[in-house]
């Protein structure tokens, strides 16, 4: 079963920020969060992941708590195209399958 | 440098028939995974190999479905005697293992069973 709690659905305006949270309040201390969306009939799509210290790329932003017990994607400036579900993903460090929860369906609204 | 790559993209078939439908990794990935998503779910875990070896299968791996990969490369995944149970999209991801092991996915294989 999967390790993280998320909204079912959330929605955010063309040019704004989208925070999605995640609540992972069982987290051990050598697993790592790891965010994928999945764009309607595609495949999932990586995003980003963390183990403690907050991460950027040329995505979004990944902000872990310091107890580590739940973390926020940033997608900085949504766009229409941005408009997925989005999933948190708990795993230890590398060599396991993904465990998938149902995720957070994010309507982007022009 | 090209993704992961599944063929076919769709395949309707009938009750009973086999299918087999193939991923080809991202080049010098070693590690090949497959899951199963149905309509308003998440994908699930079905199997992995590493290199050639299959080294872990999903209990929802029945005796009807079968994987390969034999070269270390492409991998196949079969079903025999289809069943309308097993419509679904089957995902093929790949990654190179390490501590820090990210999968990345391929387009996927939506399969109709009639």
Known sequence: ?110 | DTGVSQDPRHKITKRGQNVTFRCDPISEHNRLYWYRQTLGQGPEFLTYFQNEAQLEKSRLLSDRFSAERPKGSFSTLEIQRTEQGDSAMYLCASSYSGIQETQYFGPGTRLLVL
Not at chain 1, 75 to 98: E, F, K, M, Q, W
Request: hydrophobic letters at 30%.
């Open chain 1, 1 to 110: 079963d999967a390790k993280t709690t998320q909204p079912t659905s959330m929605d955010c305006a063309e040019g704004r920020a989208a925070n999605l949270p995640c609540n992972h309040s069982t987290i051990s201390g050598n697993e790592y969060v790891y965010w994928y969306r999945q764009i309607h009939s595609q495949g999932p799509q990586y995003i980003i992941h963390g183990l403690k210290n907050n991460e950027t790329n040329e995505m979004a932003s990944l902000i872990i708590t310091e107890d580590r017990k739940s973390s926020t994607l940033i997608l900085p400036h949504a766009t229409l195209r941005d408009t997925a579900v989005y999933y948190c993903i708990v795993r230890v460090s590398g060599n396991t399958p993904l465990v998938f929860g149902k995720g957070t369906r994010l309507s982007v609204i022009a």
